[in-house]
């Protein structure tokens, strides 16, 4: 099984963000790692901003990927101070992977529900069964985080599928 692309989806946050590497094959989709980078709610934002960026350079240099891939924020009405801490999680994700030369892209929760489910309204439950299907995963992995974040590196994937000529190298 030849490696064609990587992905990297990314549930982004302040004091837990989602991380997953996707690799596609000539044969589907392969889950390489999962997890969370957790970080401490007593650090300022910007110190947590900043640890950020360091865990995503690093795992930008393990794991070199073709794209990354991010949740866009969500702004509820009177939800607006959470998306503005969040949206600004994105913007380090965004420079990370530009500072690393990949190119970066973000979808609403709602189009990577729709892609994996048909329902942009689908629960966690139904999306995390879809995820595992596609990946065939024997078990996910226990961070909801995480598994947001295999939904927006599969989305991706799907979105915007690998030319025939590509798919088909020996």
């Known amino acids: ?9 990314i549930d982004p946050g302040t004091q837990r963000v989602g991380y997953a590497i ?12 999962s997890g969370v980078f957790q970080f401490p709610s007593r650090l ?31 702004v509820r009405p009177f939800g607006m101070k959470s998306a503005l ?9 965004k420079l990370a992977a530009v ?11 709602t189009q990577a529900k729709r892609t994996l489910t048909g329902s942009g309204s689908a629960t966690k439950t139904v999306l995390a069964a879809a995820i595992q299907q596609f990946l065939k995963l024997p078990q996910l992995p226990p961070w909801q985080d995480a598994i947001d974040a295999m939904a927006f ?17 020996p």
């Open 1 to 9: 099984m030849e490696s064609v692309r990587t992905v990297i989806g």
């Open 22 to 33: 996707i690799v596609e094959t000539t044969e589907g989709w392969q889950a390489v790692d």
């Open 44 to 74: 300022p934002v910007a110190q947590r901003l900043a640890l950020l960026f360091d865990e995503l350079t690093a795992l930008l240099n393990e794991y070199p990927p073709d794209c990354v891939v991010v949740e866009e924020p969500y």
């Open 85 to 93: 801490v969040v949206a600004q999680s994105v913007g380090v994700v």
């Open 99 to 109: 500072r690393a030369g990949v190119p970066v892209v973000s979808y609403p929760y």
């Open 153 to 169: 590196a599969l989305c991706h994937c799907l979105l915007s599928p690998l030319p025939k000529e590509v798919k088909t190298i």
